[in-house]
């Protein structure tokens, strides 16, 4: 770590320079490139109606003919939010806001089934191999200025998870990208709840010193583990009902069972209330994870990265489990070394849902792209591989009949594109989040200049109250946070303990 | 024969010229080059290997214009013909490009490829030796050739790759390696291609007094280290020192024969390694960065130091910079007249993903980089900067023939790599660890229908 200070001194540092220093100047400070409130701004306003004229329109809706996939010179309504139709020549009201979208590529809001983005502080509970009582929605932090860095890069939902350091991990959150409202702002109400799987080598601490060795050390004891949990969630479920009925023939004075978090959240997966997220490589534990799925009731929502998943395709469709993927990762630790570009294509080849993640904050900004490799490496048609990162997520994650396609009836969530949604050369113009416009690029550029000489501005204050830290106030060190990721991917790792 | 006496005059030029630069490792060619002034073209030909005639392709040169319905003609792995119109020599294999589009090789700038298989199992990582001063440590002895990495990233068109290793503060030696061959020692284009310097952490703004400390502390070891050589330079010369491998490592660095290979990220920190290297009077240099080298550009211009620009598809530093701060520093560079090329990470993990390098370019494009000079970055700027641009970079008369076959342009990721050429030897993209599984479980047996 020669070249870059080690971040958690910095970080600690930074932490005490800001409270010290700068009287607070600093923390005044723009803390993004449009609005340096913006995370507490009010959102922004919701136009009762947005057409957007002359565009080509990728609608990803399913069953639609190949020539009606892609719309040219096509316009899309939105009224209240809500979508209401695509078409050509659509009346609008005189008041309507009107978008020339000639050139431009529209697409849904893309859709990440596998990020990090927002949860602050530890991502595992790593105390516990099952820690399913832990929540995501309880940490999560709509300050993190990669909510709007993503919205620059056409994201509009994500499944936050935690990482994969147990067998069975916590609770998830699908947030919508609301960029400015508080942390329940983000949550989007109508999804299902979900729960962190975790198989292979991280659950089995294979690639870090843990403190303490802890059970399982091998792919049979993640098994074992998962098992145990859910039998004990079944004596759990029979103790309440048994308890229930009881109560219901009228017997009093009775000691009700006490409530167990944990459990409770075991005995959704198994009523099907709570979509299991289950991080995996080989095809081995994912043929294990859905006997045991099978044996206590339930489907597997989606393998999460499954690079081995098309080794065992014809299975996975057949269960109807979904499968969330890296487009191209590999060789990173031994239980990828089979991981192939090609997976997606050949999943999709034989009928699994299919879907490509992030588990980026980076990559989360450029999902379009990891789209387009499905069309490099096995030829999914375009339309298809789009739908990697729209509709085929939403469908994964249950929220298909409010998002992931531009179809009347569902939210505003759309991307305007400069160029085909697919190439490299195209840049995101415009980022809808229910009818209302949470990015726009041009409005970014012309407010840096503002926020620039904002920022300058309170230097000079700084500088011009005479504290001999002033210079301090001019720091470019980078943001601790973000030294953790250049660190990882300077010296070779990933991000273990989130994930991968 | 009909081969255009032109282009042969120039061919002959060129190896004129090459014969009196970098000839100590290709003691061969500067034979060859011998020969061939003292032969006519006709017998030249005709006494050498078989020629390959590509033809019928957009020939992208990179050096120059495009080629439209271009021909290529390669005899004993090196380019002896480019341009329209040439006649195919009798004899020469024909191979049909009609509609196809020829590049020469991305070149990796930064690279631990054949040196790492896989990050996290620590018995296949050969990258980092211990020890401050490493300089007598030669990155290309554990060049592993059959690593399963190098024909996935050929399969995307990256045909070279410098790599260097990341142990101390000198970490040792840097080569330039061709990703095709049978071994090391003939996969290597070009040793030492540098010495690399990870610059010590700068204090900034905001660390407290340990940090401060350790980081004054490491450059004042450099200071001794650096000192320490010269001493021993001068006792050398007295003959009153021992030989010593780790000072004598440093001595070619010392008097500008291997060019300094500086790795140095934050503003802070290129600042400070740049006014380092100059009272060291080191300015055989290049600059191995990230996106800071935008807040240094006009200084990196006037002072002409290259650089190689990694973490383009990064996240901002910081939290106040906009969005695409990293996407757009190439074009800050570019604005600025600085000589750069664009490289993924010099990490483990970049290794696996090498193929993607074209990528990182085309978002640089996206974002304000003409695209030509996008191109550029990842072929003849690299090769350029890592004093290798008369063997690779372009598609140019006495080049290597490494290049490859495309549909279209391939900084486009839906455009498909067909055929990849390295030093004139077909390379089978079908032989493969990734494209036999794919091929093994595409062609798994479907399940049966299951009956209504």
Redesign the interface.
């Known amino acids: 770590?020669?070249?870059?200070?080690?971040p958690r001194?910095?970080r600690?540092?930074?932490t005490?320079?800001s409270l010290v220093l700068l009287s607070g100047v600093l923390l005044a400070?723009?803390?993004?490139?449009f609005d340096p409130d913006a995370w507490n701004a009010e959102q922004p306003e919701q136009p009762g109606v947005i057409v957007v004229r002359g565009a080509t329109i990728w609608t990803a809706a399913d069953d639609v003919s190949p020539e009606d996939a892609v719309l040219e010179n096509a316009d899309l309504l939105i009224r209240a939010g809500v979508i209401e139709a695509i078409g050509q020549n659509l009346q609008v009201p005189s008041d309507a806001v009107e978008i020339d979208g000639t050139g431009k590529h529209v697409t849904p809001g893309l859709i990440d089934a596998h990020s990090h983005t927002a949860a602050s502080g530890g991502l595992n509970e790593g105390s516990n191999n099952v820690t399913s009582e832990v929540r995501v929605a309880d940490v999560l932090n709509p300050e993190d200025?990669?909510l709007?860095?993503q919205l620059?890069g056409g994201l509009t939902i994500a499944n936050v998870l935690h990482g994969s350091a147990n067998a069975i991990g916590g609770q998830n959150a699908v947030i919508k990208l609301r960029w400015g409202l508080e942390a329940d702002g983000l949550l989007m109400q109508e999804a299902p709840q979900g729960i962190k799987f975790a198989l292979g080598?991280n659950p089995k601490r294979?690639?870090f010193r843990a403190p303490e060795p802890r059970y399982p050390t091998t792919r049979q004891g993640v098994e074992k583990s998962i098992r145990e949990a859910f039998e004990a969630a079944i004596d759990y479920r029979d103790a309440h009902q048994a308890h229930n009925r009881a109560l219901k023939m009228g017997k009093k004075n009775l000691v009700p069972p006490q409530r167990d978090f944990q459990l409770e959240a075991l005995v959704e997966i198994m009523d099907g209330t709570r979509l299991v997220h289950a991080h995996s490589y080989r095809a081995d534990e994912i043929l294990m994870l859905m006997e045991v799925a099978e044996d206590y009731g339930f489907t597997v929502a989606t393998f999460q990265h499954v690079l081995e998943g098309?080794?065992v395709?014809?299975e996975l469709a057949?269960s109807g489990s979904g499968a969330s993927s890296f487009s191209?990762?590999?060789?990173?630790?031994?239980e990828v070394?089979?991981a192939?570009?090609?997976n997606g294509a050949?999943m999709w080849?034989?009928d699994v849902l299919v879907s490509f993640n992030s588990d980026s904050?980076?990559?989360a900004?450029?999902l379009n792209?990891e789209a387009?490799?499905a069309?490099?490496w096995?030829g999914v048609p375009?339309v298809e591989a789009l739908k990697f990162v729209t509709l085929n997520p939403a469908k994964q994650l249950q929220i298909d009949k409010w998002v992931g396609s531009l179809e009347p009836g569902k939210h505003g969530d759309f991307v305007i594109w400069s160029g085909h949604p697919?190439?490299?050369?195209?840049?995101v113009e415009q980022t809808w989040v229910d009818g209302r416009k949470y990015f726009d690029r041009q409005t970014?550029l012309e407010a840096?200049e503002t926020?620039a000489a904002e920022?300058q501005a309170l230097l000079q204050e700084v500088r011009d109250s005479g504290d001999e830290?002033a210079?301090?106030?001019?720091?470019?060190?980078?943001?601790p946070e973000?030294?953790d990721?250049?660190v990882?991917?300077?010296?070779?790792?990933?991000h273990?303990e989130s994930g991968r | 024969m009909n081969l255009d006496k032109t282009k042969l005059m120039h061919l002959r030029s060129h190896l004129v010229s090459k014969t009196s630069h970098r000839s100590s490792h290709k003691p061969v060619f500067s034979t060859l080059a011998m020969l061939m002034i003292l032969l006519s073209p006709w017998t030249l030909v005709a006494q050498d290997g078989p020629i390959v005639a590509l033809v019928g392709a957009t020939v992208h040169t990179v050096s120059g214009d495009d080629i439209g319905n271009g021909t290529v003609l390669v005899q004993d792995g090196r380019i002896i013909a480019v341009g329209a119109g040439i006649e195919t020599p009798d004899g020469a294999e024909v191979v049909d490009l009609s509609g196809k589009h020829l590049y020469p090789g991305f070149v990796l700038s930064a690279s631990a490829l054949g040196l790492t298989e896989i990050g996290a199992v620590r018995a296949t990582n050969d990258l980092g030796e211990i020890g401050d001063n490493n300089a007598d440590v030669r990155a290309e002895v554990a060049f592993n050739a059959d690593s399963l990495l190098l024909p996935e990233t050929m399969a995307g068109g990256v045909l070279t790759a410098h790599v260097s290793m990341n142990g101390g503060t000198i970490t040792g030696t840097t080569a330039v390696m061709r990703l095709h061959g049978w071994n090391w020692q003939d996969m290597t284009i070009s040793t030492p291609a540098g010495m690399r310097l990870d610059f010590p952490s700068v204090s900034t703004a905001g660390d407290d007094e340990e940090d401060a400390e350790s980081s004054s502390e490491a450059i004042e070891q450099l200071d001794e280290l650096i000192e320490n050589a010269e001493h021993y330079a001068k006792a050398k010369a007295a003959g009153t020192v021992d030989h010593d491998p780790k000072m004598e490592g440093l001595l070619p660095l010392l008097e500008g024969e291997v060019p300094l290979y500086l790795f140095a990220y934050n503003k802070a920190q290129i600042e400070k390694a740049l006014d380092w290297t100059a009272e060291k009077g080191l300015d055989n240099l290049v600059l191995f960065t990230g996106q800071d080298a935008r807040y240094v550009a006009e200084r990196l211009a006037t002072e002409n130091i290259p650089v190689v620009l990694t973490g383009i598809l990064s996240l901002p530093w910081r939290a106040w910079e906009g969005y695409d701060t990293p996407f757009t520093t190439p074009s800050v560079l570019h604005e600025a007249g600085v000589r750069f090329a664009i490289s993924d990470s010099a990490s483990s993990f970049g290794a696996m993903n090498s193929r993607n390098l074209p990528f990182h370019a085309a978002q640089a494009a996206a974002f304000g980089l003409p695209k030509e000079i996008a191109l550029r970055s990842v072929t003849l700027s690299p090769a350029e900067i890592l004093g290798v641009a008369d063997h690779i970079g372009s598609i140019d008369v006495g080049k290597e023939a490494t290049f490859f076959v495309s549909n279209g342009d391939p900084l486009e990721i839906r455009t498909s790599i067909e055929r990849v050429w390295v030093q004139g030897q077909e390379v089978d993209l079908k032989n493969r660890h990734q494209y036999r599984l794919y091929d093994k479980y595409n062609n798994r047996p479907r399940p049966a229908a299951t009956s209504e």
């Open positions: 770590m020669s070249h870059i200070s080690n001194r910095t600690e540092a930074m005490r320079a400070l723009p803390m993004q490139a200025v990669n709007y860095r620059a080598e294979s690639n098309y080794k395709a014809d057949a191209d990762w590999w060789a990173y630790k031994y070394i089979d192939i570009p090609h050949i080849d034989r904050g980076e990559l900004r450029r792209l387009a490799k069309v490099r096995g375009e697919l190439s490299t050369y195209s840049r970014d840096r926020i920022r830290r210079e301090d106030a001019e720091d470019t060190e980078p943001d973000d030294v990721r250049i990882d991917s300077y010296h070779g790792h990933p273990q």
